[in-house]
């Protein structure tokens, strides 16, 4: 195995490559381009055999995956943001086909107002796609979950597709030590691709995903659906069992970073919670009982799991970087929705920082911490928050100023 | 509340009919839901409509699982379970029938105990578009069976449906009406207005937690070919054509050729025959045929011969 | 030097295959000139295809567990049926070239899609795929109109045509797109023009797509009963008519040249195709617009009479 620098972007790509893919629809879109055009010079080379090929737009690239999946062939993809979103119809139709293949999602905030920078309201928006997600934190962590995501879609009680989610520039454009697996024990770990029942071939017809009028027929296909999503819990767990041996990296679907025996955490997603963990560390050399809880597996939600680590905790900070404007952030939803009925649950507070790629800093995480406490202790935990300052407050009046927004509240007042 | 269903096909006027009577029943004051039910449109194909009446805003929703009044306006209907004629009647359901047979006939027929009431057009017909005239038939019968229906709202509601019609049209539409609403006086209110299910005494359910089964089991993939041959679209059909041996040249399958159903297919002898299961009565084959050897039936005749009535 | 022998085998009418591969009992309306076009091209393409839906009126052509199809179906979207025939045929290379399927598995890829699909939103992945140069089959079966949502106007909808978006006395103002044109000026493989009513140069056509690698467009006018209001027994007499007055070329593009197969020697007036379809009605009641007849009449001159015929 060998250990380089390598960015997100190209970690995924090398996901790709070690799962020997067959065929990568594709279509440009920042954050994300460096790994189809990784994997076309790879085609290109004949590192990678099989077909590359650019699509009219992401709508068309999703439909091209699924189809070739359906077909019969290991499939990747790559998109972000607005290109997700604009595959939006396919992606929800097309896991309907119950057919494996992996699309890696580089996050980044959605219009408007339009950015390039990272958020999670891409990946979210999809969190009800039928897709599953898994969420890395580190680039090693964009490679492996690419590998273990072949092999949970296409384990036979699954058959469903997985988006891959990396965040934007932290991980997609910054470069970390990676170690590449060996390719054969790549090979080894994922297999062949086994199309089973559904592919098309001369002589043996198929009519896939045809229309359904009745509501008890749609019901059963889409509850059947969603009973092999929730199948992947197990499934990534035993996936996880078999990475840990081969490659000695271990997974679990939530990662627990000091919160056993901790009174608080914080519950976060993706590479922004390795701040998190840094500032943990600090928390605990100044004597606060503080943990992290973060999140591998987004869909199916491990709700469980995620009982399990918060029962006895005093409270627990959800940061999330998104925002469903009229309700607040996802995960802390989902989070509360799985402690809704259980003894011995923590005051759960929810935190709102870091869209658009704006920074949580160190002592944000500390002012958290803080308000833990605090719930804990009165027994009334704060109101959701957005981590905004002053300073930064000041800073949007100075832009507005300069947008002459008080020259045009003035002109429509005369 | 009065629940009303209304069967008939697609193209015959039972959503329109639907919301006859619920604009009838809106004008005398009651409040109303009325909705029709079908997939795509696709003429032809059974469809239905319904209508709740209360005195009260209506709750209910959806499709009427036990009607009060159910009005099926093209009869052929009955002999297909997938129209749904007899779901979820009770003894006290009122069944109006848009049929030259008397209500002894179907009473016979179907070995139900439920009222029957029939009436007919007077004209024969023979073509499809006359039967939109069976659901002017059924609005009129149905408005005195419910009997909270007054003439003059009766006619107001139509008026007010058909307006994009012209006047003759709708004028004919009126006169059909009123003329079966005359015709059933001694039947006048015997639909009675229905209570919803009792919370006290209901049927048990029987719910089921779906077992997780893979995806060679639950995707939504269909492993044969043709299947669809066992959708008797030949139910769709009031018209039939009939080939006449002695006049068929057996060109070279032009009617087959351009059936769009794959309805003809050609017997030992090369001779066209008709899949009267699957033919939709479109007549193209009738048109298009040379000889002029294909002519046309009625399918209601055929049933009944059929039937030895 | 050696002419290259023709591959085609039909030149007759009795050439026609006639094997009725497209199963009957689909859901399509009764007289549907999209699937007269459909079973007679079925019958030529075989079952070693797969047919790839665009969201149109032959989405219920398979509606769970029902198909017609010998061969494969893969319902995709109204906007990217050209995509899903790309990741197919890629996939079908991919496997025959890493010889994980045997050659013999191979298959055709066809896309199915309306003109909803085709003139409109589709138009980005056709054009796509064309570029490409990818080896498939484009059906475009043409109503005029956004068939399976209740005939609204399409950019294929002809100019003064009633739907049900273009109610008023004049219809649809704009003309209809000339997508052959789009197609041709992409420079695909092959492009033409066919019609239920004519089956042998529908045939002909057919087969020539058949032999032949490249996108290859296929354009099926569509006389639709439902949406163009008429009997459904007229589809092939309007589809005559269509060609008959011009109004329908039926053409071939191929190696840079455009190619009428059929010519009509002296062009029947539109008038004869307008009269006879509801949708054209309020062209000649309740009076005459010969303003709109004349624009309509001079499109086709125009069209002919750049072609100097």
């Known amino acids: ?414 | ?309 | 030097m050696k002419r290259k022998m023709s591959k085609e085998k039909i030149k007759k009418m009795r050439d026609i295959p006639f094997e009725r591969l497209l199963a009957s009992g689909t859901a399509m309306c009764a007289g549907c000139g999209a699937l007269e076009a459909l079973h007679q091209i079925y019958d030529i393409l075989g079952k070693n295809t797969v047919f790839v839906n665009a969201a149109g009126c032959m989405t219920l052509l398979s509606v769970y567990p029902f198909t017609p199809f010998r061969g494969s179906w893969l319902y995709t979207s109204m906007a990217s049926a050209p995509a899903a025939a790309q990741g197919i045929r890629d996939a079908l290379d991919i496997l025959i070239e890493k010889k994980r399927i045997k050659p013999k598995d191979n298959m055709q890829v066809v896309v199915l899609a309306g003109d909803g699909s085709s003139y409109g939103m589709g138009l980005s992945a056709a054009s796509a795929a064309i570029e490409r140069n990818l080896d498939f089959i484009y059906i475009c079966y043409d109503n005029e109109g956004y068939g399976n949502t209740g005939q609204q106007y399409s950019d294929a909808t002809p100019h003064a045509a009633r739907t049900s978006t273009s109610k008023s006395l004049t219809g649809f103002q704009y003309y209809k797109k000339d997508i052959f044109a789009i197609w041709a000026a992409h420079k695909p493989a092959y492009a033409a023009t066919i019609i239920g009513s004519d089956p042998l140069d529908l045939a002909k056509k057919v087969e020539k797509a058949k032999n032949m690698k490249g996108a290859k467009l296929i354009l099926a006018l569509s006389p639709c009963p439902t949406g163009w209001t008429f009997h459904s027994n007229e589809t092939v007499k309007i589809g005559k008519l269509a060609v008959e007055t011009g109004i329908w070329p039926l053409k071939e593009y191929a190696d840079g040249k455009i190619v009428h197969t059929k010519i009509p020697r002296e062009r029947k007036p539109v008038e004869e195709y307008l009269k006879i379809q509801g949708r054209f009605k309020h062209l000649f009641e309740p009076q005459r617009n010969d303003k709109l007849i004349a624009e309509i009449q001079n499109e086709v001159d125009k069209y002919w009479g750049h072609y100097n015929h």
Request: hydrophobic letters at 40%; glycine letters at 8%; one cysteine or more.
């Open chain 1, 1 to 414: 195995m060998k250990r380089k620098l390598l960015t997100g972007n190209a970690a995924a790509a090398w996901g790709a490559r070690l799962a020997n893919v067959d065929y990568v629809p594709a279509f440009p879109i920042t954050p994300q381009t460096e790994i189809i055009e990784t994997l076309a010079g790879w085609f290109d080379e004949g590192a990678l055999k099989g077909r590359f090929v650019t699509l009219d737009s992401e709508h068309s690239m999703v439909t091209a995956a699924a189809s070739a999946a359906v077909t019969g062939v290991r499939v990747f993809s790559a998109t972000s943001s607005q290109g997700l979103l604009y595959a939006s119809e396919m992606l929800y139709a097309v896991s309907g086909y119950r057919v494996p293949w992996v699309l890696v999602n580089v996050s980044r905030g959605l219009s408007s107002p339009v950015t390039l920078e990272a958020d999670h309201n891409d990946i979210f928006a999809l969190r009800d796609s039928g897709f599953l997600q898994l969420h890395a934190s580190t680039c090693q962590e964009a490679l492996d979950m690419v590998l273990m995501a072949y092999q949970i879609a296409e384990d036979v009680r699954v058959r469903l597709p997985v988006i891959v989610n990396i965040d934007g520039f932290y991980l997609s454009f910054t470069r970390e030590p990676v170690e590449i697996p060996d390719e054969n024990k790549a090979r080894e770990f994922i297999g062949e691709f086994d199309a089973h029942n559904i592919s098309f071939r001369a002589n043996v017809p198929l009519s896939h995903a045809s229309a359904v009028l009745q509501g008890s027929i749609y019901s059963y296909f889409r509850y059947e659906h969603h009973l092999a999503a929730i199948q992947a819990i197990s499934v990534f767990n035993e996936s996880a069992e078999k990475f840990e041996k081969m490659f000695n990296r271990s997974y679990a679907l939530i990662e627990s970073y000091m919160a056993d025996g901790a009174d608080y955490v914080f519950i976060m997603i993706g590479s922004f919670a390795t701040k998190a963990k840094e500032a943990v560390d600090m928390l605990r050399e100044a004597g606060s009982l503080t943990g992290l809880l973060r999140l591998r597996m987004f869909r199916p939600f491990p709700e469980e799991e995620m009982k399990k680590l918060l029962k006895g905790k005093k409270a627990a900070a959800v940061i999330d970087q998104n925002l469903a404007p009229g309700k607040g952030g996802v995960i802390y939803t989902e989070t509360a929705a799985a402690l809704c009925n259980e003894k011995e649950a923590p005051f759960l507070i929810s935190y709102i920082g870091g869209l658009g790629g704006r920074d949580i800093t160190a002592e944000e995480f500390y002012e958290i911490e803080k308000e833990m406490r605090k719930a804990a202790e009165t027994k009334k935990p704060p109101m959701a928050r957005l981590l905004f300052s002053e300073a930064e407050l000041e800073a949007v009046r100075k832009l507005q100023g300069i947008a002459g927004v008080e020259k045009k509240n003035e002109q429509r007042k005369n």
């Open chain 2, 1 to 309: 509340m009065y629940r009303i269903r209304l069967h008939g096909r697609g193209g015959q006027g039972i959503k329109t009919a639907g919301r006859i009577l619920g604009e009838a029943l809106f004008l005398e004051k009651y409040e109303v839901q009325d909705a029709p039910r079908y997939g795509a449109e696709r003429r032809g194909a059974p469809i239905f409509s319904y209508v709740r009446a209360g005195k009260k805003p209506i709750n209910e929703r959806g499709i009427i699982l036990h009607p009060g009044l159910v009005v099926v306006a093209d009869e052929t209907l009955i002999e297909i379970p997938a129209a749904g004629v007899f779901q979820g009647i009770a003894e006290n359901t009122v069944f109006f029938i848009c049929s030259n047979e008397s209500s002894d006939f179907w009473r016979k027929r179907l070995g139900i105990d439920s009222q029957i009431i029939t009436l007919s057009q007077s004209e024969e017909y023979d073509t499809a578009l006359d039967f939109h005239y069976n659901s002017s038939v059924c609005v009129g019968a149905a408005g005195r069976l419910l009997g909270v229906i007054s003439k003059e709202s009766l006619k107001q509601a139509i008026e007010e449906e058909l307006s994009v019609f012209e006047k003759t049209v709708i004028e004919k539409n009126i006169e059909i009406s009123l003329k079966a609403y005359d015709e059933l006086s001694s039947y006048e209110g015997i639909v009675k207005r229905g209570v919803g299910i009792s919370a006290d005494s209901y049927r048990r359910l029987n719910w089921v937690e779906p077992p997780f089964e893979g995806a060679d089991i639950s995707a939504p993939a269909i492993y044969d070919s043709g299947t669809s041959e066992l959708a008797l679209t030949g139910l769709w059909r009031t018209l039939r054509p009939v080939v006449n041996k002695e006049l068929c040249a057996l060109c070279w399958h032009l009617c087959g050729s351009f059936c769009p159903d794959s309805a003809i297919y050609l017997d030992e002898d090369g001779a066209p025959q008709i899949d009267y299961e699957h033919c939709k009565g479109c007549l193209i084959c009738v048109m298009q045929c040379p000889r002029r050897a294909i002519s046309v039936e009625a399918e209601h005749k055929k049933t009944k011969e059929a039937k030895g009535a």
